[in-house]
């Protein structure tokens, strides 16, 4: 299995831009699918983006599509979210979720897919 640890989120205004980042530790990074969730308070944890091992496909909700990016760098086991025009309703405790082995050139939206999780960082846009 592998950990993660979340980073880089804050309080921003609206508009304004953020870069998540998840740093991943305990064996080769390369080897997982990766996504992110967020979860409002009082509300489910919701998809927001996912990306294979290789980087090379991608998958994001409706609600952020055009304005948020995942990527990956394998050689600093690290994925991030570029988060662009950010909206109030972006406010949220956001996580890094992993995938490995057989699954890890697997897209999903779906959160029983993950089996790995971070402790989450909160990002806050105020209006």
């Known amino acids: 299995q592998v950990q993660l640890v979340e980073s880089g989120g804050g309080l921003v205004q609206a508009g304004a831009s953020l870069r998540l980042s998840c740093v991943a530790s305990?064996?080769?990074?390369?080897?997982?699918?990766m996504g992110w969730f967020r979860q409002a308070p009082g509300k489910a944890r919701d998809f927001v983006a996912a990306v294979t091992w290789s980087g090379g496909s991608t998958a994001y909700a409706d609600s952020v599509k055009g304005r948020f990016t995942i990527s990956r760098d394998n050689a600093k086991n690290t994925v991030y979210l570029q988060m662009n025009s950010l909206k109030p309703e972006d406010t949220a405790v956001y996580y890094c979720a992993a995938r490995g082995g057989y699954y890890k050139s697997t897209i999903s939206r779906q959160l029983e897919f993950y089996d790995n999780w971070g402790q989450g960082t909160q990002v806050t846009v105020s209006s």
């Open positions: 305990g064996r080769s990074f390369t080897d997982y699918a």
